[in-house]
Structure formats: C-alpha cells, structure tokens
C-alpha cells in the first residue's frame, strides 16, 4: 500500500471537471484508490465521493493506493494533480 | 433606441413574469411545456423473493440511462466541449460505484423498491454536497438531479416524454444541461424556466448555443398552457405569455434589431480598435464575475479595465472570506493575458457593515470607498495582500484602483500601506511585482479640479463617470424626482474629464474612463477627442463603440469635443452631436 500527501493547486479546486478527470484516471487501474481528507476516507473510483470533498485550491489530499499496479497509479495521479488538471492548458487551445 | 423597447405594462389578456436574463437574444412563438410532472416514488416494500429481480431492474434502467447519455454525449461533443464534459461526469455518476453499492444495500437488506432505493441514496450524496456550502459544487447538483430523475423515470418505465414540438418555445420548472442538447435538437427557439442560477451548466450552454433563456421566471410553468403565444426576452430578463398584438409587434423588431446588430457586432469584432487616421484606441472590458471571463476574448478587449470586488462581501456576508479571492484574481489575470487586470478596491458604503450604528443622513456623502478602507485597515490589509500575492506571481499584469478618492492625502496613505506591505513581501521572500501601478478612481469633483497634483501621486487615472455626474450635479440617480437632472453627458461633466486628461497628460500618466459613459458611442467620440485614448466598458458594448471610433479621425473628434465643452446644456451636447455626425456623413468620404 501506497500513502502520499498531496495539495490542490488548480485555482477553482476540485470542482466537477477534475472530479471527473480524477476518477476517469482512477478507474483505468486495478489498484484500490482512497483519499483522506478532513478525516473522510472515500473511495476515490466513486466520483460523488470525491464531488462531497469539495477540495479547495490549496487543500491538503491523502492518497493510498493499493494493488497491483499501485506504484503506476500513484504517478500518473500525481502528474494530474501537479498539472493543475490541464486547466491552463484547456486555456490556451481556446 | 429606449423608447422603441417593450413597455412592461400589461395589456388585455396578457402576462408578464420577471425573471432573470440568462442568454441573450429573443424568441417568439408557441410553448411547449417540458417535465412539470413531479416524480412519485414507491413506498410498497418489495418481496424478500423479488430483491435480486428488484436489483436487476435498477441495473437495467441504468444501461438504458447511460446509453442514453452517450448519445447525447455525441451530440455535444459536436458543438460544446464543456457540455461533453458535464455528460461526461454524468454517466460517472450513474456507474458510481458506491452509488452502486448503496442502492444494492437498500434493496437487499430494506427492500426498497429500486426507484426508492436510488432516491434515497441520491439524496444523501446531494445532502453532503449541500453541505459543503461550495458554490461551484451546489450548481452541480442539478446535473446530479438529472441522472436521479432519468433513473427513476427509466425504472418506473415512464419514458422521458418531452412532448417537445418542434421551432417551439420550452417552458420548464428547472433546466437539465442535458435537457438543453435535446432542446437544441428540437430546435427550440427560446426557454422559460422557473428555477435556475446563472452559474448552472444549463446556462452556460444556452449561452453557448446561442438559445434565448430566462430562469427564475417563476410561476412559468403555472401560467402558460401549451400551445400559447409566448415571448422570450433574454435582453431584459422577461417572459410574456399570450402577448397583446402590440407587444408582439414591439418585439417582432425588436428582434429584427437584435439580428442584424449580432451580425454587424461579429463583423466589428474582428477589426482592429483604431482611429480613421490609425491611431489605436484602448478598449477593456468591465467585469465583476467569473461567468463574464469568456467575454474578454469573445470580445476582443485588452484585458480588465475595471475588476469590481464588492460582490464577494455581499455574497460571502463576511471579510474573513476574502482572502480565498486570490483565486479569483489569478483566474481574472488568466483571462485577461497577455494584457493587465486593473482592480479596484473594495467600494461600499459604510451600510454594508454590520457594527456600524450610526444612520448616516446623508450616505452618498458619507463613509464610502476608499473613506472605508483607510478606516477598516484589516480589511484594506487583506484585499491589498491578496491582491499582491497574485501581481507577486503575475508582474505587470495587476494594477490597483482606488475608489472614491477625493483629497490627496487618501492616495499617499494607500501607497503607505501598500509599501509597507512590499516591505513585508521581501522580508518573507515572496515574490512581488516591484513596479505595482496605483491609481485613482476620479468621480469627485474636487479630484478633478486638483488632477494635477493628483497625478504626481498617483500611477494613473481612471475616470468614473457615474459618480461623476452624480456629484457634479448633485443628483441623486436613485431619486425619480430628479432622474431627469442625471444628465451624464452634462458640459460641466465633459469639462471637469477635460481638465483630469489634460493633467494626465501633462504630467505623463496614463488615463482611462471606465464608466457607463464610455459605452455610449457619441460620449466615447468626444473622451477620445480630449486625447483619453483608454476606455473600459461592459463586453458588450465594445462593438458598436469601436465602430463609432473608427469612422473619424483624432483631429475630428478633437474638434467635436471642443464643441461640446463649449456648450451650455445637456440638449446642446446632443443637438452638437447629431448634426457633426449628419455633417461627416455628408461628406462622400465615408
């Protein structure tokens, strides 16, 4: 099992967009994917889950992982936190 | 052009309900009234044989549902990336798989019936998100809804009967996102609801899509039966069921008016802001919400001239919550880029606050702006570092205003502060914008009269106009009994932005006006005539001032702001103004 803490950095925070992102990336993995926050542990594959976080810009995330492909999954969720889930790329294609 | 627009007093036979614009434009035509029927759910518990049976259900609606949205999804895709996304996470939803579980719980262990089941585990997850108090969160709760009702509907075997006739006008209680693509499909012309936010997905992509949408019309689905003629006014927020003949006619050109000016203002969007004799003239956009950002570029504005704060403290009803604005400032400069954010400080009256005690007699002369801020310098100090952080991390992108300034003394103190908190910014290490530009709202008169010692404390001047004209002429604009006296296009108005511009210019500091005036086309001719070569105004307004601009050149509209400052009336400027302009269309040139 993987723990790794994590901050929200886009500005608008884990809206519904991220949300989404978040959990597309997620489900692609057969590893058990949780995320701590305010003492919460939800299940991070369940999109409503992670909408009731309702994580700000600047909010502290735990991740765990767990299974097979754990170590795979921790990275490619890491670099779309770190990406600001693409919002300012989706800025500049417009 | 006023005069022409539709009077809201009813004729026989018709009603009106006011609601709120949420898209732009107009639509004329039967109604069609959409999904009123309230939902009834089973309370019957299911038979301890039937569960699995009970179960399967669910999951077969839930097939049906996401293939559903799937094509729906298509069509989206085609036109609006952002409804594709909200689809997108909307048929997450309806595989959730805790969602799942939960239902699967109810019906196995409470024997519910699967409609009841997916209600009651719905409305938990819609209860926690209400329960964050996020707002971008509680607007998305209508997309989860949706997916509540389409599953409910699915299992109860009702199909989605929209009923919707084609080229027709949709009355409903409360917009889905996806609602509207099926709309569109339907080439709906317009849609009434009697709910909605302006932020709701749904409006952005009515907006989108270029569909005439009015929410919070309530009553809507009450008053209108289908088949009735109804009107759809997204300019002014209305809804006018069974109009009167005249009404219709109004609106009928009104609409016609409509078209040709979106047509003309696509044309004169694209062409460069410059003067007949090439000289480029400025032109921002005035913005105080999010959902405005898109107008920046739609609009082709150079970036925010004027960036109004106030609406976070009457939203958040606290000054605790602005220090999460810095958010909303990064994202202003997003928007804004390549070109500059201007800000204006917080600009309330002393009303707003809730330890205030004293009734002020007079409050337009009393404790206001920048008075405020230089009383209640934590909350000076909190918007300033906000502010700050985010010009720290975006150099030459952010410039302060400051309101209200009447004496010199304000701006010397704001400058203080804003040093001493720089100091503060380099002690921590923390990035900060060294050459961070402050300058003055004029909208006083005595500010005027002094531009020019103003100037040599201020980086640059922005002109208010609202309050200009309020003040110069005493005028009250709130008061009827005087509205006739809010002239804004006074002479003595004209003359006092004269002498701030020839201050500013002499002097070597930049000048901008950013009040309602700007937006008028003959008030802009004569700002640009007095050399005020900046304007700011609201989106989308820019088209048709730019398209004033560029018929004349600089010496021309000098010659007619000269005109106009020598004239003794407000009528005077008018009559000046209309035969200049019949005199330059005389001329074969143009």
């Avoid at chain 2, 009553?219 to 039966?225: F, L, M, N």
């Avoid at chain 2, 209640?376 to 302060?400: C, D, E, F, H, Y």
Wanted: net charge negative; charged share 25%.
């Amino acid at each position: 099992m993987l723990m790794k803490k994590i901050v929200v950095k886009n500005a608008a925070g884990l809206h519904a967009r991220p949300s989404s992102m978040l959990v597309q990336l997620a489900s692609k993995f057969k590893s058990e994917f949780h995320i701590h926050m305010y003492g919460y542990r939800i299940n991070a594959k369940s999109i409503l889950g992670v909408m009731t976080l309702a994580a700000e810009c600047g909010a502290e995330l735990e991740l765990e992982l767990d299974g097979p492909d754990e170590k795979k999954a921790m990275k490619a969720i890491i670099e779309l936190f770190d990406s600001g889930f693409n919002e300012m790329q989706k800025e500049k294609s417009r | 052009m006023n005069d022409q627009k539709y009077d809201p007093v009813l004729k026989a036979g018709e009603q009106l309900i006011n609601g709120q614009a949420a898209s732009p434009g107009y639509a004329i035509g039967c109604a069609s009234l959409f999904n009123t029927s309230e939902l009834v759910i089973s309370t019957e518990p299911v038979d301890g044989m039937e569960v699995e049976a009970e179960y399967q259900q669910f999951i077969k609606a839930r097939r049906i549902v996401v293939l559903e949205l799937r094509k729906i999804s298509e069509i989206a895709s085609a036109t609006d990336e952002e409804a594709h996304g909200i689809i997108q996470a909307q048929i997450q939803i309806a595989e959730d798989p805790e969602l799942d579980k939960s239902i699967r719980r109810l019906i196995m262990e409470r024997h519910y019936g699967a409609d009841r089941a997916v209600n009651e585990s719905f409305l938990y997850y819609i209860q926690l998100i209400k329960n964050t108090g996020n707002a971008l969160m509680i607007d998305r709760i209508v997309d989860i809804r949706d997916i509540r009702d389409r599953l409910i509907r699915q299992i109860q075997h009702g199909e989605l009967v929209s009923g919707v006739a084609e080229g027709s006008v949709v009355i409903c209680d409360e917009l889905m996102p996806s609602d509207i693509l099926l709309f569109s499909r339907h080439k709906v012309i317009g849609i009434a609801a009697n709910e909605g936010g302006l932020t709701a997905h749904a409006t952005i992509i009515a907006n989108s899509m270029g569909i005439p949408l009015v929410i919070n019309a309530v009553g809507a689905t009450r008053i209108t039966s289908p088949g009735d003629m109804v009107v759809v006014d997204g300019v002014d927020g209305r809804l006018v069921v069974r109009p009167d003949a005249s009404t219709l006619e109004t609106y009928r050109r009104e609409k016609e008016r409509y078209t040709l000016e979106l047509a003309e203002s696509a044309r004169i969007v694209e062409l460069p802001s410059v003067t007949r004799c090439g000289r480029e003239i400025v032109l921002r956009a005035n913005i105080e919400f999010e959902e405005e950002f898109d107008n920046i570029r739609k609009y082709r504005a150079r970036g925010i001239g004027l960036l109004r704060t106030e609406s976070f403290f009457i939203e958040d009803e606290g000054l605790e919550e602005y220090y999460s604005k810095e958010a909303f400032f990064e994202k202003a400069v997003k928007a804004a880029a390549p070109d500059s954010v201007t800000i204006r400080l917080f600009d309330v009256g002393g009303d707003k606050f809730s330890d205030t005690t004293t009734k002020e007699p007079n409050p337009f002369l009393g404790w206001r702006g920048v008075r405020v801020l230089l009383d209640k310098r934590q909350l000076l100090r909190s918007q300033l570092t906000a502010i700050m952080n985010v010009a720290g991390r975006n150099p030459g992108k952010i410039r302060i205003l400051v309101p209200m300034v009447s004496v010199v003394e304000e701006i010397i103190e704001i400058r203080r502060e804003v040093a001493a908190l720089t100091e503060k910014m380099r002690g921590n290490g923390k990035p900060f914008d060294e050459n961070l530009e402050i300058g003055t709202m004029v909208e006083i008169p005595s500010a005027a009269l002094i531009a020019g010692r103003l100037a040599e404390e201020a980086d640059f001047f922005s002109v208010g106009t609202n309050d200009l004209t309020q003040y110069t002429l005493a005028v009250d604009r709130g008061n009827r009994l005087i509205s006739k006296l809010f002239q804004q296009m006074h002479p003595a108005v004209f003359q006092l932005i004269k002498k701030t511009a020839d201050a500013a210019i002499e002097k070597g500091i930049s000048i901008e006006v950013c009040g309602e005036l700007a937006s008028n086309p003959d008030a802009a001719l004569c700002l640009v005539g007095m050399g005020i070569t900046d304007l700011s105004m609201s989106a989308a307004s820019l088209p048709r001032v730019k398209k004033a601009i560029r018929k004349y050149s600089m010496l021309e509209m000098a010659e007619l702001s000269q005109m106009v400052l020598d004239a003794a009336t407000q009528d005077e400027v008018r009559l000046i103004l209309d035969n200049w302009k019949k005199e330059k269309e005389g001329d074969f040139s143009r």
